[in-house]
C-alpha cells in the first residue's frame, strides 16, 4: 500500500477489524500505532519487498479485507515471532498475520503446500511423507521403531473442523 | 507428574523425515546422562507447520498428543524448539481458557483422550541445563574441546514468544552458548546470531530463505568460527542440507560444518563418532571430529 494512495469507501470493510480482534491472537491489532518496529526488525522484509508486517496492520485496521485474504504477501510470514516480542503497544503481530492467514484459508486461498501437509497428517499422523526406506533403515541405525500415527483416530478428532472440511472437499 | 529422568520422546515429524543424525547423537547423550526415554504409544505432528491454516486444528493436534502423554503418566521431552513451543504454548493457553479447552477436549473425547493439562514439556537444552545441570554436564566430559572455536545459532522458537515459553532470552539467548562452552569448546559471538534460519519460507520463497542462511554463514565465517552449532532440526537443514545450494546460487563458498550440539556433546563425552551420526551430514565435519580424536581422554 503506498503512502499517497487513495481507498475507495467500497473497498473497505469497517467491521473487519473487530473480526480480527475477536480471534485468539488478534486481540491487541487497534493498539498498533504504526511505529514500524515490526518491519524494521522482520527478517523476511529484508530480502523481499512486498512483505510489510507494518502495513498488513496497517490494513487490517482501515478494513482492507479482500486485498489482504487475496494476496500472497501474507504467507511469506516466517512466525520467526521477532515483531511479537520487540512490539512495544505488545501487539502480537505473527499471531494477527496467523489470524489473517486462517481466515484466507476458510475463504480457500490455500498454498498447495499446506493442503499437502494435512493430507500428510491425516493418513500417517505426520505432515511429511517419510519414505519407507527411511522408516526401514531405522532398525540398521540403531533406532527404535518409528511411532506410528492413528490414521482412523487423528481423523474423527479433527473431521468436525472447518478447514478440514474445506480441504476434504 | 511423572518420575524424573523419565519422559516421553517427542520426536516430531522433521527429524524422522530428514534428521536422523540429530536423533540418533541425542538418545547416545542423553543415554550417558541415565534419562530414560519412551516412545509415543502413537503419534500425530505437534500442528506448528498447520498454524497458517487453522489455530483451532493446531490446538486440537497439539492437546492430543498432550492428552496421550498424560494417560501415560509422563512428561514431554522434544528435540525439536518448534515442537516444544508449540506443544507449550497450547498448554498454557488452554489451561487458561476454560471454554477453548473445552471445545478441543470435545474433539478429543472423539478418541477417548481428555487435555486435563498436568504434562510438562521440555526441549533437551532445557532438560540439559534444568535437570542435568552444568555441573553434572561437564563431569560427564571426558575429552574437553579446549582451543575449538564454535558459534551458535538458538534459532527463533526456542525462546519466542517470550510472553508464552519463558525460556532464556530471545534478545541474547544463554543457553546453548552455555552448553557449548560446557564442553570446553569456544562459543564465539557474531553479528546477527538471533536473525532466523528462514525455514518456514522454504517451499513459499526459497529465494528469502537461502538469502537468510547466506547472511548467517558469512557473518559465522567472519568470526573464524570452524562450526556451526544448532539444535533444531529444521535450522540444522537449512545450514547443513542447504548449504551448497547458497554456495551455487550466490556462487560462494563457506564450507562450514554444522553440527547438532548432541554430537558436539557425544563428541567430548568420548562417545565413538561413528555412534554419532556424522555419516549423515551434508556438509563435511571430519576435521571437527579429527580434531576431538586427538583429544586425550581424561581418566
Known sequence: MSESEIIKPSKVDPKFRYEVAKMPGGEKLLQCFQCGTCTSDCPIARFNDKYRPRSIIHMAQIGLKDRILDSEFLWLCASCFTCTDRCPQGVEVASVIRVLKNMAAEEGHIPQVFKDLLANLIRTGYVYEIPESRIRRREALGLPPLPKGNSESILKTIQDLKIVKIISK | ?299
Open chain 2, 1 to 299: 507428574m511423572g518420575e524424573a529422568g523419565k519422559y516421553i520422546l517427542f520426536l516430531g515429524c522433521t527429524i524422522p523425515y530428514r534428521v536422523s543424525s540429530y536423533e540418533i547423537s541425542a538418545r547416545k547423550v542423553l543415554q550417558k546422562l541415565s534419562v530414560e526415554l519412551v516412545e509415543m504409544p502413537e503419534f500425530n505432528c505437534c500442528g506448528l507447520p498447520l498454524e497458517p491454516l487453522s489455530h483451532e486444528l493446531t490446538l486440537t493436534l497439539s492437546a492430543r498428543n498432550l492428552a496421550i502423554a498424560e494417560r501415560e503418566g509422563l512428561n514431554i521431552l522434544t528435540l525439536c524448539p518448534g515442537c516444544a513451543g508449540m506443544l507449550k504454548k497450547t498448554s498454557k493457553t488452554l489451561r487458561e481458557d476454560k471454554s477453548l479447552r473445552e471445545d478441543v477436549n470435545k474433539r478429543l473425547r472423539e478418541s477417548g483422550l481428555e487435555f486435563k493439562g498436568s504434562v510438562s514439556v521440555k526441549h533437551i537444552s532445557q532438560l540439559l541445563v534444568e535437570d542435568v545441570g552444568l555441573d553434572r554436564l561437564k563431569k560427564s566430559i571426558i575429552k574437553p574441546l579446549r582451543g575449538l572455536r564454535v558459534a551458535e545459532h538458538s534459532g527463533c522458537h526456542i525462546s519466542r514468544p517470550k510472553k508464552y515459553l519463558e525460556f532464556d532470552d530471545p534478545e541474547n539467548p544463554r543457553v546453548l552458548k552455555m552448553l557449548i562452552e560446557a564442553t570446553g569448546a569456544k562459543c564465539v559471538d557474531y553479528m546477527d546470531e538471533t536473525e532466523c534460519c528462514g525455514a518456514t519460507v522454504a517451499g513459499i520463497d526459497d529465494k528469502i530463505s537461502l538469502s537468510l542462511v547466506r547472511e548467517k554463514l558469512s557473518h559465522v565465517k567472519s568470526a573464524n568460527a570452524v562450526a556451526l552449532i544448532t539444535m533444531c532440526p529444521s535450522c540444522h537443514l537449512m545450514y547443513d542440507a542447504n548449504q551448497i545450494r547458497v554456495e551455487r546460487m550466490f556462487k560462494e563458498t563457506y564450507n562450514i560444518p554444522v553440527l547438532h550440539y548432541t554430537q558436539l556433546l557425544g563428541l567430548a563425552m568420548g562417545i565413538p563418532p561413528e555412534e554419532l551420526g556424522f555419516d549423515d551430514l551434508r556438509v563435511n565435519p571430519s576435521r571437527i571430529v579429527k580434531y576431538a580424536m586427538e583429544i586425550k581422554a581424561r581418566v
